[in-house]
T-cell receptor
Framework: RKEVEQDPGPFNVPEGATVAFNCTYS??????FFWYRQDCRKEPKLLMS???SGNEDGRFTAQLNRASQYISLLIRDSKLSDSATYLC????????????FGAGTRLAVHP | DARVTQTPRHKVTEMGQEVTMRCQPI?????VFWYRQTMMQGLELLAY????????DSGMPKDRFSAEMPDATLATLKIQPSEPRDSAVYFC?????????????FGEGSWLTVV
C-alpha cells in the first residue's frame, strides 16, 4: 500500500461547479498535511496547509479526518484557472520527518 | 522574489554519459530535497540534506546516482552512467526547517531525456 493515495482523475467539471478530492494516508503518526498544486510542465506549489480543525482559503476548504486517515480538498465556484493537478502531501514521521507526495488528482475545468 | 534555482533546465544526453544537475536553494534555507517525477511514479524523494548533511538517500539508486552539498548555496545530483529509464523531471526543493510548518519550495525542475 502506498503511503499517500489519491484518485488520479481526471475530474472534468464545468465552471462554477463544486468539486472535492480525497486523499488517504497510511501512517497514523503523521502530523503535517498539505495540498500542493502543480500546473502542466511546472513545479508543485503550496496551495494550503491542512489543520486539524479544518481551514478555508477563499474558495478552497481543506479538512482532516484523523480517525479515518483522510484529507479532503473542496473547491467551490471552480474557475478555468483551477485546472491543474492537486497533490496531497503528508509528513512521514521519524528521525527525519520527510514529506511524501501523492501521485496527484487531475482537475480540468471547462467553460 | 526568492526562489530555488536549478540548472540545466533541459538536458538531452546519450546513454552512458554523465549528467550533473545543480541547485541553488533559497538563501537561509537549511533543508534541501531532490525529487524525481515521472508519469508512472509521480514524485519520488531521492535524497535530502539538512545543514548540508545527507539525512536520507534511501530513494536513490546507489549504483549510479550521487547527491552532494559542497556548500550551503549549492546542491548537486549526479548520474553516472545515465540510462534511458532515468528520463524524468528532477526537482530540487528547499525549506527552512525552523520556520512554520514544513512548507517546501520547488525549483522549476531539470527535464532530462536519456536516449
Amino acid at each position: 500500500r502506498k503511503e499517500v493515495e489519491q484518485d488520479p482523475g481526471p475530474f472534468n467539471v464545468p465552471e462554477g461547479a463544486t468539486v472535492a478530492f480525497n486523499c488517504t494516508y497510511s501512517n497514523s503518526a503523521s502530523q503535517s498535511f498539505f495540498w500542493y498544486r502543480q500546473d502542466c510542465r511546472k513545479e508543485p506549489k503550496l496551495l494550503m496547509s491542512v489543520y486539524s480543525s479544518g481551514n478555508e482559503d477563499g474558495r478552497f476548504t481543506a479538512q482532516l479526518n484523523r480517525a479515518s486517515q483522510y484529507i479532503s480538498l473542496l473547491i467551490r465556484d471552480s474557475k478555468l484557472s483551477d485546472s491543474a493537478t492537486y497533490l496531497c502531501v503528508v509528513n512521514s514521521p521519524g528521525g527525519y520527518n520527510k514529506l511524501i507526495f501523492g501521485a496527484g488528482t487531475r482537475l480540468a475545468v471547462h467553460p | 522574489d526568492a526562489r530555488v534555482t536549478q540548472t540545466p533546465r533541459h538536458k538531452v544526453t546519450e546513454m552512458g554519459q554523465e549528467v550533473t544537475m545543480r541547485c541553488q536553494p533559497i538563501l537561509g534555507h537549511n533543508t534541501v530535497f531532490w525529487y524525481r517525477q515521472t508519469m508512472m511514479q509521480g514524485l519520488e524523494l531521492l535524497a535530502y540534506f539538512r545543514n548540508r548533511a545527507p539525512l536520507d538517500d534511501s530513494g536513490m539508486p546507489k549504483d549510479r546516482f550521487s547527491a552532494e552539498m559542497p556548500d550551503a548555496t549549492l546542491a548537486t545530483l549526479k548520474i553516472q552512467p545515465s540510462e534511458p529509464r532515468d528520463s524524468a523531471v528532477y526537482f530540487c526543493a528547499s525549506s527552512n526547517s525552523l520556520g512554520a510548518g514544513n512548507t517546501i519550495y520547488f525549483g522549476e525542475g531539470s527535464w532530462l531525456t536519456v536516449v
